[in-house]
């Protein structure tokens, strides 16, 4: 699948769920409504879907939410898609949670066949994290963590960076990270969706965050990819990896390789535009064969914008996208 701009799609990013066992503060508002269960695709229906993507080309594939491990047998949809790994088929599965799960099921997701894990963790500070994810606690998502491990799972921990909440973490973070051998990744707060505060507040450019940090390591450029908006440097004093992502201070967008997909069937062409295509009508009408939803596809992803647009409105302190992260996927 190539875009109107040239760039191959290759990339999708599946929500499976919009619920969450926690509520972190940029992420989602305290009073979340979810959506009704006749809304959101069953996991046979996200599994004709991807592999009406996979049919078309995409090879990569991540599962995310919401937190995708709460949802009820999501390891069935793991294995489904885990079994079209190969040759002409996917490269990779992967899924970004929140590790509460993992102590569960970090086996099954080996055995599916998913061999990198992105596990968000904020702050390794039990009070700051209780806050942060607003009535989480900690143990179950580090207990998670050593499991992913322990299962043979590589390990990439993503931290939000935040003003005045974790920014006196990252050497410790750092630190620790490379101790266990784990990928480090800081990520810019994103303008995304109500959550009840100011972002403004939580902003924190992470070019300021890299200077601080090189106060006390050594990071050398380097030309790691993984296809996405992160910059990438080794750690000399603990041979481990540190990305970057700044949505907002830099712009990605020229090698953008990725489509969202919500759990309702909505595909979102661009993370920080609202145009989006409706997969679900297609995907449920009787009348509308594989190739039709290929098809479907397709239209869609021939809409698929330049770049995004984020700011953060001084003025009107509204995000720029009405939508959660939770509804996007991350
Ligand atoms: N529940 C899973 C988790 O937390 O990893 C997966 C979904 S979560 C929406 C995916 C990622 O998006 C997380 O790393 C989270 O920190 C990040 N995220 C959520 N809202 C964000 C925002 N407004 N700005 C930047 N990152 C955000
Ligand atoms: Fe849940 Fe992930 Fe959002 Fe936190 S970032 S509220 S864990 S979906």
Redesign the pocket.
């Known amino acids: 699948m190539i875009d109107p701009f040239g760039r191959r799609v290759s990339y999708l990013r599946v929500?499976v769920t919009d619920r969450?066992d926690?509520r972190?503060v940029?992420?989602?508002a305290e009073d979340m409504t979810f959506l009704p269960k006749a809304q959101v695709l069953s996991l046979e229906e996200l599994d004709r879907l991807c592999g009406a993507f996979i049919g078309l080309g995409v090879d990569r594939i991540r599962l995310?939410?919401?937190?995708?491990l709460v949802r009820k047998n999501v390891i069935s949809l793991f294995r489904s898609l885990g079994s079209r790994i190969g040759p002409g088929g996917l490269q990779e599965l992967t899924?970004?949670?929140?590790?509460t799960q993992l102590v569960r099921m970090a086996g099954d997701l080996h055995a599916a066949g998913v061999r990198r894990i992105?596990?968000?963790l904020?702050t390794l500070d039990p009070s700051a994290f209780a806050a942060i994810t607003r009535w989480g606690r900690i143990e179950p998502t580090l207990d998670g963590i050593f499991a992913a491990k322990a299962a043979g799972l590589a390990v990439k921990i993503?931290?939000?960076a935040m003003k005045g909440v974790n920014e006196d973490q990252f050497d410790h973070m750092l630190a620790w990270c490379g101790e266990h051998g784990f990928d480090f990744c800081l990520?810019?707060?994103?303008?995304?969706?109500e959550?009840n505060g100011d972002?403004n507040d939580q902003y924190l450019p992470l070019s300021g965050v890299r200077s601080r940090l090189r106060e006390n390591w050594t990071l050398d450029e380097t030309e790691y990819r993984t296809g996405g908006p992160a910059r990438y440097f080794k750690v000399r004093e603990t041979g481990g990896r540190i990305g970057f992502?700044t949505?907002l201070t830099h712009n990605f967008c020229e090698s953008c390789n990725r489509v969202r997909l919500t759990c309702t069937g909505t595909l979102y062409m661009c993370l920080g535009q609202d145009d989006a295509a409706d997969l679900r009508r297609p995907l449920r009408d009787p009348g509308v064969d594989d190739a039709g939803l290929r098809q479907a596809i397709l239209e869609a992803i021939a809409r698929k914008p330049k770049g995004h647009d984020f700011v953060i409105d001084r003025h009107r302190r509204q995000p720029a996208v009405a939508r959660?992260?939770?509804v996007?996927?991350?």
């Open positions: 929500s969450c926690l972190c940029y992420c989602m995310t939410g919401g937190e995708p899924v970004t949670t929140n590790g992105n596990v968000s904020d993503n931290a939000v990520i810019e707060t994103m303008p995304l969706g959550i972002r992502i949505p959660h992260m939770s996007t996927g991350g």
